[in-house]
């Protein structure tokens, strides 16, 4: 399941053959379709495996894919998306909202049936209190906050009606505004520390604002990371580092029994952690997982292919929403050429990556835009492996071994700097150790030293927020929907510990950005950033490697079980009564 907030924002987040569109199924006979089991019944758990803990669950600061997956349960927004269709749709907003006609302001109505977990009304405070904490300059959120730029004012007309006032026209607007976390304001800010803060001055110098909002911004983001409380399904139970996250459902959700929203049928969600995929997989073998959400590759083709295991589970391969990439830290000394980077590409045997570490289960891309998506520019050249053509820019770069050690130098600010680099990667994270090993394995032997540094995923992601490193191997999720690339690609987030970790800064491509947000003509914004993606290509600020299938796998009582365009839906499944392992403990609240 992914966010209401990610699908209607467009969100990226960090994570850990035949059609393309073609989603398999390996089967045996088995209850598999709810015409065998019957209506779908609450109870039993789901235990869902994770490869590291979060960062933490305050759903404004956390930017991770895990902190994601859990937050998706136990927060909502004022729209969402058809799953299917992705089309939008009214969630806590009784309806789409009215847009005046110039699209600079945007009204929406609340529902008055919606309520917290803790029985609190969902209202037009809290609306107001959500927009103003992504606004808040002490809140740390730069990545969420990108998205709200244009926003300059919002007001209640009444107490279950908010008017948001932009002050300029960005075509995704409707999603963004409609796409905010919904946080209650009584447990988030029990002091109303922001009463006093409006969105209209938050516009203005930090420093002018009152002392409450520093207050406020340091105390949400420290007390809120482990004890999420929100309107959804699931209800927060608790957190035990490097064990499990538990998650109950909501026995008195708002949302029970009403048509169009989302039924919660499954007692516990349990996401367990285990940081070592052969682990995982062993411990999925053994019944105490019931579903891995990405498999290696090596385990989806020998690992995951015995009667007995397909007896038991049920695998779905599609390819995900997500791409890979080798990000060079461009103010680095080495990696500010862009030669440099280019010929990086060109020893990046991207083909054979895919071939021996995917085992064919990818392709490779040369954008961050989805492979399938009309904005990705088809007509890119992709680079090749070429060891001659990267030797050849290096020494055009000025890179030579002039001190015979057999490693390449260059003088850089008056200092003889060695090619000596190091790729980070998170640990447990065998897929991207194997693509940085495969690159090493190519550098060395001209005259290159580099070497790999697996890292604790909270350790790792620090490092990357605040540019601690040389090169690292990472991916996105990427947007299903229309793209809007202002979050990773523009100059401003590179700074605050925004999503442009790397440092990546053009002046053209912030202006490309910036002119794609106001541009509501689609076939213009695909031009747009065929130009965008063409600079991209030509300084390769990234080393883009490949978008992957994903093969899914799931315990073969749990019912519902089907792929959408953002993957699987948890949400929807459940399990007959018959076959359930964990009895009922949900009891009125």
């Not at 847009?99 to 109505?109: C, E, G, H, S, V």
């Not at 459902?249 to 949302?255: A, I, K, L, S, V």
């Not at 060891?387 to 057999?406: P, V």
Request: aromatic fraction near 12%; include cysteine.
């Amino acid at each position: 399941m992914r966010p209401s907030w990610r699908l209607i924002v467009a969100l990226l987040f960090i994570i850990g053959c035949g059609d393309k569109n073609e989603v398999k199924v390996a089967d045996v006979k088995a209850v598999t379709s709810t015409e065998d089991a019957g209506k779908p019944v609450t109870g039993d758990w789901l235990i869902y495996h994770e490869l590291s803990d979060p960062e933490q669950l305050n759903p404004l600061t956390s930017s991770d894919a895990g902190a994601s997956d859990i937050n998706a349960f136990i927060f909502e927004t004022l729209l969402t998306r058809e799953p299917r269709t992705l089309e939008i749709k009214p969630f806590i907003a009784e309806t789409r909202p009215e847009i005046a006609q110039d699209k600079l302001t945007y009204t929406f109505k609340i529902r008055k049936d919606a309520r917290f977990q803790d029985g609190h009304p969902v209202t037009g405070e809290d609306v107001l209190f959500s927009v103003t904490a992504v606004k808040c300059p002490f809140v740390n959120a730069p990545f969420l906050r990108v998205y709200y730029n244009s926003l300059i004012d919002a007001e209640l007309i009444d107490p279950y009606t908010i008017r948001f006032v932009t002050k300029e026209r960005y075509f995704q607007n409707e999603s963004v505004l409609g796409g905010i976390p919904l946080l209650p304001r009584h447990y988030y800010d029990p002091d109303n520390l922001l009463k006093r803060v409006t969105v209209k001055a938050l516009a203005q110098d930090p420093a002018t604002l009152p002392p409450e909002a520093k207050r406020f911004g340091d105390q949400f983001n420290k007390n809120f990371n482990r004890n999420p409380l929100g309107s959804g399904p699931y209800k927060f139970n608790g957190w035990k580092t490097g064990s499990d996250i538990e998650l109950i459902r909501n026995h008195n959700y708002w949302g029970n029994g009403k048509e169009g929203i989302d039924q919660p049928h499954l007692d516990r969600l349990k996401f367990r952690i285990v940081n070592n995929m052969d682990a995982a997989l062993n411990r999925l073998k053994s019944g105490s997982l019931d579903y891995m959400e990405a498999l290696q590759p090596v385990q989806a083709v020998r690992g995951t292919a015995s009667e007995r295991f397909n007896r038991e589970f049920k695998k779905y391969e599609y390819y995900a929403p997500t791409y890979t990439y080798i990000g060079w830290n461009n103010v680095h000394p080495i990696f500010r050429d862009k030669r440099v980077r280019q010929a990086m590409t060109y020893f990046t045997d991207r083909k054979l990556i895919v071939k021996s570490v995917l085992f064919g289960l990818g392709e490779v891309v040369d954008s961050h835009i989805y492979l399938f998506r009309p904005e990705y520019d088809k007509s890119l050249v992709s680079y090749p492996f070429d060891r001659q053509k990267a030797l050849a820019l290096l020494g055009e770069a000025g890179w030579k071994d002039t001190d015979g050690d057999g490693v390449l130098d260059k003088m850089i600010d008056g200092k003889r700097i060695p090619l000596r680099f190091e790729i980070k990667v998170n640990s447990g994270n065998a897929l991207r150790k194997s693509v940085a090993l495969v690159l090493l394995d190519e550098l060395k032997k001209h005259g290159i030293d580099a070497s790999v540094r697996e890292l604790d995923w909270t350790i790792f992601l620090n490092d990357v927020k605040n540019h601690h490193f040389d090169a690292v191997v990472l991916g996105w999720q990427m947007s299903t929907i229309e793209p809007d690339a202002y979050q990773v690609w523009h100059s401003s987030q590179a700074a605050n510990k925004g999503s442009n970790a790397i440092s990546y800064k053009n002046a053209r491509v912030d202006e490309i950005l910036e002119q794609y947000r106001r541009e509501f003509d689609a076939q213009k914004r695909i031009e747009m950033y065929k130009e965008f993606q063409q600079i991209l290509h030509e300084e390769q600020p990234y080393t883009f490697l490949f978008v992957s299938k994903r093969i899914s796998v799931v315990h073969r009582r749990f019912q519902g079980v089907e792929v959408f365009p953002d993957g699987l839906r948890p949400i929807d499944w459940w399990v007959p009564t018959r076959i359930q392992k964990f009895a009922s403990t949900i009891t009125a609240q």
